[in-house]
């Protein structure tokens, strides 16, 4: 990689084009935001402190930091050439992570506004790159485990710990923080502020189109968070852009949960159990080129293009989650070694010796596989295997679906049809059920549910967590549905025990 992109890549170096900060900044204004002074953490070449130094007559103090050198000559440059005098600026080269911040928040007289556009770049990409020079000292790295431990996550951004320290320092002040950043990070860095109390007087998300303004594909937007230590507010106005007037939704925190649409979730609620688990995701297998075939001429081929001879009773039909959102049938298979999680993988040498010697061919990847569910587990183990996989009729739905498409899966030639990991599913017994459930999860009540904990933004918007969430019955009470046939459906999939008909291996 060349070194300036991955210089680009290891900062999360995107520049806020001085248009864009002018909107910011004038939009904050009409907000009647008055700061006596800005802070910029990780100004750049100082997009923000220019606009916020044109915009706001208030100011007295503008403090903007960077960690690179080069960007910080380029701000001073810029703000030298201002007409500011009645404003003490200063830009400074420093690392967040080593900043005395304490010294600095001294230095501003409140009301204070922290603005800008932190770094877009999480921790695993630094890590896939080889790079820790952004956490260089051993203080920083520690501060980055400190989240993960705080977080229980492994990948997080590194915007979204530098603005929970931005709450926690404005907390016992007042303040507004205003900032451009990914949607997903918005809404970790609402939760941690509503969790901790930290005092939102208001809240506000504008969406941004960061492919236009910076050329990136994500979902991006300005958050703003105005604190006031004796102020509470579980509510959050989004906006569609930067320009509108009317909210089209409103997020909220609710029984110790962001909801994405405070309206429908206050109105459903009741439908929510956390006691009901009949949701599962699919099998996780990995090595796919040798573990999923594709059909030619009749024959097996796998991902190599070899001609694949296993026992036919440990194939079984493969959708995908690009399936589900395309509604296709199955075009692959999947080769089960087991039919649950730990099931001892030996004995496919006595029942399937084709299929066991076809593994041991490929034993040195399948070895390899590098996911901690496959450490300590029988040799060539698949992860999210049960008697529900088994079942020979499901209502799917893939994780990174944008849209509530819930989709019935028939069985193909008498087989059950297995999901991949992108994917959930409901196990049921028959045709009959699988339309009942349908019906259930396409009713309004449902639906309405669904889209009050479902962010289409995230990478992933259906979860079993969500799905697991409604309780179907009060559904179907809702609803006026057949209450025996939903108690069977719930009953089976509840079952630890084997309910459905388990394959002869
Ligand atoms: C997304 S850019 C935005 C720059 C500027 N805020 C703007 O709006 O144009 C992120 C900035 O964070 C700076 N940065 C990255 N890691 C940093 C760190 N640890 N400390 C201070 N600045 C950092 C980068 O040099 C880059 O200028």
């Not at 040798?290 to 079984?316: A, C, K, M, Y």
């Amino acid at each position: 990689m060349p070194k300036r992109s991955r210089r680009i890549i290891e900062f999360g170096d995107f520049q806020t084009p001085l248009e864009l900060a002018r909107d910011v900044c004038s939009a904050l204004y009409r907000f009647e935001i008055q700061p006596a002074s800005i802070l910029e953490p990780t100004c750049g070449t100082g997009a923000f402190v220019q606009a916020a130094l044109e915009t706001f007559p208030t100011l007295q103090v503008a403090i903007g930091y960077d960690v690179n050198d080069v960007y910080v000559q380029q701000a001073r440059q810029r703000v030298s050439s201002l007409d500011v005098k009645d404003v003490n600026v200063s830009i400074r080269q420093g690392n967040f992570f080593e900043i005395d911040w304490t010294q600095v928040l001294a230095e501003l007289p409140d009301p204070i506004l922290i603005v800008g556009n932190p770094p877009w770049v999480t921790n695993a990409k630094l890590g896939s790159i080889g790079e820790t020079s952004n956490v260089p000292q051993k203080a920083n790295v520690d501060q980055l485990r400190g989240i993960e431990a705080i977080t229980g996550r492994s990948n997080f951004d590194i915007s979204e710990w530098m603005l929970r320290q931005n709450l926690q320092w404005l907390a016992p002040r007042s303040g507004t923080l205003a900032v451009l950043c990914k949607t997903t990070v918005a809404r970790k860095v609402l939760k941690y502020a509503w969790k901790e109390n930290l005092g939102i007087q208001e809240a506000k998300i504008f969406r941004v189109d960061a492919l236009h303004y910076f050329g990136a594909a994500v979902d991006a937007c300005l958050l703003v968070i105005r604190l006031h230590p004796s102020s509470t507010t579980a509510e959050c106005h989004v906006f569609p852009s930067l320009q509108s007037k009317h909210p089209e939704t409103v997020w909220g925190w609710r029984d110790r949960r962001v909801v994405s649409n405070t309206h429908a979730y206050d109105r459903w609620k009741h439908l929510i159990s956390d006691e009901f688990q009949g949701w599962r995701s699919g099998i996780k297998h990995d090595a796919a080129n040798v573990l999923e075939l594709v059909q030619i001429n009749g024959r097996f081929v796998n991902g190599f293009g070899i001609e694949v001879d296993v026992e036919e009773s440990v194939v079984f039909p493969l959708l995908k989650g690009s399936d589900l959102i395309s509604q296709s049938v199955p075009h692959r298979w999947l080769i089960v070694p087991q039919k649950a999680v730990g099931e001892d993988t030996r004995r496919l040498q006595q029942h399937f010796p084709k299929t066991w010697q076809y593994l041991l061919q490929y034993a040195s990847l399948l070895d390899r596989r590098k996911s901690a569910v496959y450490r300590g587990r029988p040799r060539f183990a698949i992860f999210g295997v049960g008697a529900y996989s088994f079942a020979p009729w499901k209502v799917g739905i893939a994780g990174f679906s944008k849209q509530l498409q819930f989709v019935p899966i028939a069985p193909v030639d008498r087989k059950p049809v297995m999901l991949d990991d992108t994917s959930y599913f409901f196990p049921c017994a028959s045709q009959e059920e699988s339309t009942v459930l349908l019906r259930l999860l396409h009713s309004l009540p449902a639906q309405e549910l669904f889209s009050a904990l479902i962010f289409w933004d995230a990478k992933r918007p259906i979860t079993a967590n969500v799905l697991n969430s409604l309780d179907l019955l009060a559904v179907a009470r809702e609803v006026g549905n057949d209450l025996d046939s939903i108690h069977l459906l719930l009953q089976r999939a509840r079952s630890k025990s084997h309910s459905f008909q388990l394959p002869l291996f």
